[in-house]
T-cell receptor, first 115, second 112 residues
Framework: AQSVTQLGSHVSVSEGALVLLRCNYSSSVPPYLFWYVQYPNQGLQLLLKYTSAATLVKGINGFEAEFKKSETSFHLTKPSAHMSDAAEYFC?????????????FGKGTKLTVNP | DAGITQSPRYKITETGRQVTLMCHQTWSHSYMFWYRQDLGHGLRLIYY???????DKGEVPDGYVVSRSKTENFPLTLESATRSQTSVYFC???????????FGEGSRLTVL
């Protein structure tokens, strides 16, 4: 069965600084990997998705993530944080199991951006 | 407007009462999901449906019932609410396996 570990439940950065949110996954088969963002009092929305094409995936709002099979990682980065990036971020993994899809989410990382 | 809508957005109920959370999507997506979000647990899958009249259990199905008689609707029922079911519930839909999930805005349920 697949699983996801997000390192750090809270990350704080200064505006303009690099954002790095860590995600490690476990899957017995090649996975699909996702990052979702949740703004306060809203549902989740997709930031980016890895589906075995390019290992470096670009998403919305300047975010990108790199799939590293050897490290079983899919860390999310953004070169320069904006105040509007303050939100909770979820990494998720999906892999075929018995013909069905089950998307498993990490516990989330809350990003704070300080002025 | 097209999208996925949940109702009610906020609900307070008492232990032992039956509660139904509604979910409606206008995209004709085949897949629909119910998640609950709790501090320290992230999102956990309760039930999902691959098509009308096809449902399956997720990670935490106990105490919940779902049905899907129409593609666009996927109600979640708590037959006898318990305090441990106090949570924020999210419905989501997807066009197919491994596709993007589209989430509703959530239903915040408090069980007293």
């Amino acid at each position: 069965a697949q699983s996801v570990t997000q390192l750090g439940s809270h990350v704080s950065v200064s505006e303009g600084a690099l954002v790095l949110l860590r995600c490690n996954y476990s899957s017995s088969v090649p996975p699909y990997l996702f990052w979702y963002v949740q703004y306060p009092n809203q549902g989740l929305q997709l930031l980016l998705k890895y589906t075995s094409a390019a290992t470096l995936v670009k998403g919305i709002n300047g975010f990108e993530a790199e799939f590293k099979k050897s490290e079983t990682s899919f860390h999310l980065t953004k070169p320069s944080a904006h105040m509007s990036d303050a939100a909770e971020y979820f990494c998720a993994v999906s892999a075929p199991q018995g013909g069905s899809e089950k998307l498993v989410f990490g516990k989330g990382t809350k990003l704070t951006v300080n002025p | 407007d097209a999208g996925i809508t949940q109702s009610p957005r906020y609900k307070i109920t008492e232990t032992g009462r039956q509660v139904t959370l509604m979910c409606h999507q206008t995209w004709s997506h085949s897949y629909m999901f119910w998640y609950r979000q709790d501090l320290g647990h992230g999102l956990r899958l309760i039930y999902y449906s691959a098509a009308a009249d096809i449902t399956d259990k997720g990670e935490v199905p106990d105490g919940y019932v779902v049905s899907r008689s129409k593609t666009e609707n996927f109600p979640l029922t708590l037959e006898s609410a318990t305090r441990s079911q106090t949570s924020v519930y999210f419905c989501a839909s997807s066009a197919g396996q491994f596709r993007e999930l589209f989430f509703g805005e959530g239903s915040r349920l408090t069980v007293l």
